[in-house]
C-alpha cells in the first residue's frame, strides 16, 4: 500500500548516488575512474543495503528489485567517462567476476549489483512466477551486467531458467566474452545436457573450431601483431 511505496521512495532517495566531484577536471586523464558519489560513508551505504534489501524485497516483491537494478544502472552510468563508448560493456566484471561471490565494500557498484542478486533471488524464491517478470525487465536494461545476472538466474533456477539459456546459447559467442565468460560458463555446465541436440551440436563446433582472429587480437590488445596471432594458434 501506501506505507510500501513510501518505504521504496524513502530507500531510492537515501541511496541515490551523485557524480564523482572531480569528474570535470580529470576527464581527460588516462588513469582516472569517476566514482559514484553516495550521500553517506561506504561503510553505511552498505549497511543501509543489508538492512533494508530483505525487509524491501519481502515486502514489495519486483518493486524492490527494479529500485536497486535502477541504482545498479545510475552506479554503472556515473562510473563511466563521458566520452567512453556507448556500448552495453560496463567493465564491472573487472571489480566483480563473478556475480554469485560477496560484494566489494568499497566499490558501491559491485555493492548494488549483489543487493539486485539477492533481491531477485528471494522474490523468486518467494513467488516463482516472478521469474519470467524479473528476467524480462533485467534484459530490457542496457548494460551487460544485467546479462550477467540473467545468466546467474537461469542457473540457480534452472527449471525455470532451461528456456531462457537454450535462447542464450543459440550464439556461443557469449561464453567468448570476457565480461559473460564466468556466468555462462557456470550455467552451460548446469543445463548442457538438457540443450537440444542442435544447440548441443551448435556449442561443441564452436568449441572445436577454437577463437576466432578477431577474437585473438581482441584478446591480445596492443600486442596483436601478426606474429603473435600465428604463434596463439600454434
Do not use: M
Not at 519486483?62 to 567517462?81: F, N, P, Y
Request: charged residues 30%; proline residues 5%; aromatic residues 8%.
Amino acid at each position: 500500500g501506501g506505507q510500501g511505496e513510501a518505504a521504496l521512495d524513502l530507500t531510492g532517495a537515501a541511496l541515490a548516488l551523485q557524480a564523482d566531484p572531480r569528474a570535470p577536471e580529470k576527464e581527460d586523464e588516462e588513469f582516472f575512474s569517476p566514482e559514484p558519489q553516495p550521500l553517506f560513508e561506504k561503510w553505511y551505504y552498505q549497511r543501509i543495503l543489508d538492512n533494508t534489501v530483505p525487509v524491501l524485497a519481502q515486502a514489495q516483491g519486483i518493486a524492490a528489485v527494479r529500485l536497486l537494478a535502477d541504482l545498479l544502472s545510475s552506479a554503472i552510468e556515473l562510473s563511466r567517462k563521458r566520452k567512453e563508448d556507448e556500448t552495453d560493456e560496463d567493465y564491472l566484471y573487472i571489480w566483480h567476476p563473478a556475480i554469485e561471490e560477496g560484494k566489494d565494500l568499497d566499490h558501491l557498484p559491485s555493492a548494488l549489483i549483489c543487493a539486485t542478486r539477492d533481491a531477485a533471488e528471494q522474490v523468486i524464491r518467494s513467488d516463482s512466477a516472478q521469474f519470467s517478470v524479473i528476467l524480462g525487465d533485467l534484459k530490457a536494461r542496457k548494460w551487460i551486467s544485467f546479462c550477467r545476472l540473467v545468466l546467474h538466474l537461469c542457473r540457480v533456477f534452472d527449471e525455470a531458467g532451461l528456456e531462457e539459456a537454450s535462447e542464450q546459447f543459440q550464439d556461443p559467442e557469449i561464453l567468448d566474452r570476457g565480461s559473460t565468460r564466468h556466468e555462462a560458463v557456470l550455467l552451460l555446465k548446469t543445463v548442457f545436457p538438457r540443450l537440444s541436440a542442435t544447440i548441443q551440436a551448435g556449442l561443441l563446433w564452436w568449441i572445436e573450431r577454437g577463437p576466432d582472429k578477431e577474437g585473438v587480437r581482441r584478446w591480445l590488445g596492443d600486442k596483436a601483431t601478426e606474429q603473435n596471432v600465428k604463434d596463439f594458434y600454434e
